[in-house]
Structure formats: structure tokens, C-alpha cells
Nanobody, 124 residues
Framework: QVQLVESGGGLVQAGGSLRLSCAAS????????MGWFRQAPGKEREFVAA????????AYADSVKGLFTISRDNARNTGYLQMNSLKPEDTAVYYC?????????????????WGQGTQVTVSS
């Protein structure tokens, strides 16, 4: 089993930055695809970004492309989401997820493991 724990959320002003971390335990996820999703109050969980075991293959939601960067450190068994130029509409609970297959996918049901989420609040 894989356990995922997110950290790094908080309150930030519009235009600010945050870096989320996703620490994995239980087994190495170096070969797993990692993803980030978010869920705002009253809305469905939505895809934000994903990354395969190598940084060569990434995918981003159109709303965050060029603003957010997904990365990973396989030696630390940890994934990251660097979020820049944050906007109030980025306010949500952010979840990391892991998938045992290699390819990038964007649907929640395609991921095998989930963290409990970290709150990101962007004030205007």
C-alpha cells in the first residue's frame, strides 16, 4: 500500500506563490504517475497536473498552464506542485494522487492512491 501526505498549503495573497509537497510512504512510487487535483467548495474534484516517472511527460489543466509546475524527487519519494501567480479562483483543497501505470491520465477514478488534501486559500 501507498500512503500520500500533502503539505505546504496555506493562505496567500493574490499574485503570491506556494509550493505543495506530496510525501509517499509504504513503497517507492518512482515508477508511478503522480497527479495533482483540486476541489473547491460545491464543485467536483478537477485535474490540475500530472507527471510520469520522468519529468519528460507532463500534463496541465489549461487554467494553470504556465503558472503551475509539477515535479518530483524520486530519491525522496516526493512530488511537488509549484504554484505561481495565484488567483482567488485557485482556492481549493489540493490533493495528490498516484497511479501504478506509466501513462498520464486526468480522471480521478484512474488513480489508485490519494492523499487527504491540503487547503490553499488565495485572498484578493
Amino acid at each position: 500500500q501507498v500512503q500520500l501526505v500533502e503539505s505546504g498549503g496555506g493562505l496567500v495573497q493574490a499574485g503570491g506563490s506556494l509550493r505543495l509537497s506530496c510525501a509517499a510512504s509504504g513503497r517507492s512510487i518512482s515508477s508511478y504517475t503522480m497527479g495533482w487535483f483540486r476541489q473547491a467548495p460545491g464543485k467536483e474534484r478537477e485535474f490540475v497536473a500530472a507527471l510520469t516517472r520522468t519529468t519528460a511527460n507532463t500534463a496541465y489543466a489549461d487554467s494553470v498552464k504556465g503558472l503551475f509546475t509539477i515535479s518530483r524527487d524520486n530519491a525522496r519519494n516526493t512530488g511537488y506542485l509549484q504554484m505561481n501567480s495565484l488567483k482567488p479562483e485557485d482556492t481549493a483543497v489540493y490533493y495528490c494522487a498516484a497511479r501504478a501505470q506509466f501513462n498520464i491520465v486526468t480522471m480521478t477514478f484512474e488513480y489508485d492512491y490519494w492523499g487527504q488534501g491540503t487547503q490553499v486559500t488565495v485572498s484578493s
